[in-house]
């Protein structure tokens, strides 16, 4: 299956899991377009100064690949940057939150695949 931009869903968020600020999602495929338990396959855009809140993966693993931009990971209370060509995965119950603090656009494409 093949989804041009222009055929994809887009949703704008603000506050997400209370960060701040907008977060748009542009969503690659729906959850029931997969034959694995998938929550989420989306890309994420975060203006400069945006943030998703911390929040946990319980039962569910969280993959974050940073395609664009630069930023500041929050993993179980330790802050680490993230920048282009950066792989992130949370899951197993721990938490995490990303925010925004370059001058351009962050993109993160967002995978949330459940263990049952």
Partial sequence: ????????????????RG???????????APAEF????????????????????????GEDEVYLILRGTGIVTEQ?????????????????ESHAIANDGAEPLEVAAFVILYV
């Avoid at 209370?77 to 992130?88: C, F, H, M, T, Y």
């Fill in 1 to 16: 299956m093949i989804r041009k931009p222009s055929e994809m869903n887009v949703e704008t968020r603000e506050n997400m």
């Fill in 35 to 58: 034959g694995a338990k998938t929550r989420l396959c989306a890309l994420l855009t975060l203006p400069p100064g945006s943030s998703i809140g911390e929040h946990a993966h319980e």
């Fill in 77 to 93: 209370k330790i802050e680490r940057r993230v920048s282009a060509g950066d792989a992130v995965l949370t899951g197993r119950g």
């Fill in 19 to 29: 960060g701040t600020g907008p977060v748009t999602l542009r969503h690659y495929f």
